[in-house]
């Protein structure tokens, strides 16, 4: 599998983890490096670790999870989506007491967005590619791509405020609408 090849494959699953970080990007709360650094990394560690569980897993596994992954994806982003809203309806200091780049927040955005990456990871077993660079590459890019979207983000939600926290929210619904019809229509 050629370099280019690997990264189109690590930009396509980079692109609902750019959108993720774009929405939680406008909550403002993502402007430190720290912060910018831990959703970042924890988006590009597990878009590295999802296709090594799936290419480890095998067909037994996938078979299993393909009936329902979209479901999960999609209850997930429609959780911290449907509480991003609420907090941009809410008042300033009831708004950014929740940091998404923390405890629960991180760990289901970070499912979210790297679910699909098991089927990745299974596909690349099946063709009989080696799983390290490939997830090496998309770990790198999506955590790259991820704070590009933080970036982005940011200035947006410093520029419109509380209404941009609002957007964001749909964003993640928009996302998870995606993924539902994706599979549904499939």
Request: charged share 10%; with cysteine.
């Amino acid at each position: 599998m050629s370099f280019l090849e690997v990264l189109l494959i690590a930009l396509s699953m980079a692109m609902d983890a750019f959108a993720v970080c774009l929405g939680v990007g406008t909550l403002r709360q993502t402007t430190g490096a720290r912060s910018t650094f831990r959703l970042s990394f924890h988006f590009g560690l597990f878009q590295f670790l999802m296709p090594i569980v799936g290419w480890f897993a095998g067909v037994t596994v996938v078979r299993f999870i393909a009936a329902y992954d979209h479901w999960v994806a999609f209850a997930l982003l429609a959780f911290v989506g449907a509480r991003m809203i609420r907090s941009g309806f809410g008042s300033s200091s009831e708004s950014h007491k929740n940091d998404p780049t923390r405890g629960w927040s991180l760990i289901l955005l970070s499912i979210a967005v790297s679910i699909d990456a098991l089927a990745i990871g299974l596909s690349l077993a099946i063709i009989g590619v080696t799983i390290w660079y490939p997830a090496v590459v998309i770990g790198v890019v999506t955590g790259l791509v991820s704070w590009l979207g933080l970036r982005l983000g940011n200035v947006l939600g410093e520029r419109f405020g509380k209404r941009m926290e609002i957007i964001g929210g749909a964003i993640l619904i928009l996302i998870w609408v995606r993924i539902v019809l994706a599979h549904l229509l499939a």
